[in-house]
């Protein structure tokens, strides 16, 4: 007999790197999802086969514990099996078949779509508390994969919520829903660019946010993490410019995430849209992870009719932009956007509706 475990992937609706400064961070849960189908092994080997690149490989549950990362998409499954070993559960043979609908490298979290439902897989018949679950999945990819990632992306795969954004506070790991006006669509626009770059900057920013902290920190010992950071520490200390701006984007989109939960209360879509803007020009200049092909669609977007804002979303250097879209302009958005993008890079952008759906589960 199998079973099936199921994790989706994400859109980042406002929040973006605040996650590791333990800020802020706003994502839904897309229906886009990694499925992994769980059946009983008798050999002792955990194998897994990924059915979209129809590649598989065999480990023997005793050796999982002493495996090394190999820089292929099996340190995902493997990185969480450890985890899941060092934190005291059992691993027993298995076979795992690996199918996602979360496209890779597209800022998506497709990573964390599979962490996650090979997590459950793995664990089987064996109850774990979710946010001990997501947890465990950011430790495997920080500590086996190597990317030194927040939590939002494990967390929003898990406790993901039909009709509604979660609201993230990244210090206490408490969230809130939030529910979005129905008169906005939520636009998703695939730039197909993936860089190489990314995980490289990612870890640069990461330090450079601590840089900030420690100089902030030597005249505000009270400033634990940039969440604890305001406007004027950041007048008052002297940072060197690229540690001001890096420092700039945390404190003012952490801002720009309350700010938007407010406005969302108020139905106010105007106000919303501005903050999409706001916080795009943020990760453009200040935080420098946006890409020119992404900067474009940004830009081709708010100059189309019925659009109140839109923006970068996920990791940064190209993926998706997130757009703010009157329902009744969506078809002509999806036209104008594809239609200007072709024309400047030759490349057709997939556009799809995000559709906030429910966190990890056995279905
Ligand atoms: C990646 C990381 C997240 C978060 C985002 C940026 O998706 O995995 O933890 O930092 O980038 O907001």
């Not at 400064?21 to 008798?42: H, K, Q, W």
Request: aromatic share 6%; hydrophobic share 45%.
């Amino acid at each position: 007999m199998s079973r099936e475990f199921r994790a989706p992937g994400r859109v980042n609706l406002i929040g973006e790197h605040t996650d590791y400064n333990l800020g802020f961070v706003l994502p839904i849960a897309l229906d886009m999802a990694c499925v992994v189908t769980r059946t009983e092994g008798s050999d002792g080997h955990i194998s897994l086969h990924a059915l979209d690149r129809d590649e598989t490989a065999d480990f023997a549950v005793s050796e999982i514990a002493l495996l090394k990362p190999m820089h292929r998409w099996t340190d995902y499954p493997v990185g969480v099996a450890q985890q899941l070993l060092s934190s005291g559960f059992r691993i027993d043979a298995a076979k795992l078949e690996i199918h996602s609908t979360v496209p890779e490298g597209s800022g998506l979290s497709s990573s964390a779509a599979l962490e996650v439902s090979s997590a459950l897989a793995l664990l089987g018949d064996q109850r774990i508390d979710p946010l001990e679950l997501a947890k465990l999945c950011q430790r495997a990819e920080i500590e086996f994969v190597g990317m030194p990632c927040g939590i939002m992306d494990q967390y929003i795969s898990v406790f993901g919520k039909a009709n509604a954004a979660v609201r993230i506070d990244c210090l206490s790991l408490e969230y809130q829903l939030v529910e979005l006006p129905e008169n906005a669509a939520i636009i998703a626009v695939n730039s197909m660019v993936k860089h190489e770059l990314a995980s490289s900057a990612y870890r640069d920013r990461v330090e450079e946010c601590a840089m900030a902290v420690d100089a902030i920190q030597r005249q505000y010992p009270e400033v634990k993490s940039l969440r604890d950071a305001t406007m004027e520490h950041l007048e008052k200390v002297k940072l060197p410019n690229l540690i001001l701006r890096r420092a700039r984007h945390i404190v003012t989109e952490n801002a720009r995430v309350l700010l938007f939960v407010k406005a969302a209360a108020r139905r106010d879509l105007a106000r919303m849209g501005e903050l999409f803007v706001e916080s795009h020009v943020s990760m453009q200049h200040d935080y420098e992870i946006s890409c020119p092909e992404i900067d474009f669609l940004v830009d081709a977007a708010v100059g189309i009719p019925g659009v109140y804002g839109a923006r970068m979303t996920g990791g940064g250097f190209g993926g998706c932009t997130v757009n703010l879209v009157r329902p009744d302009a969506v078809k002509r958005f999806e036209e104008s956007i594809i239609a200007a993008y072709q024309e400047r890079f030759s490349v057709i952008p997939k556009v799809f509706a995000c559709v906030p759906s429910e966190g990890a589960r056995e279905i």
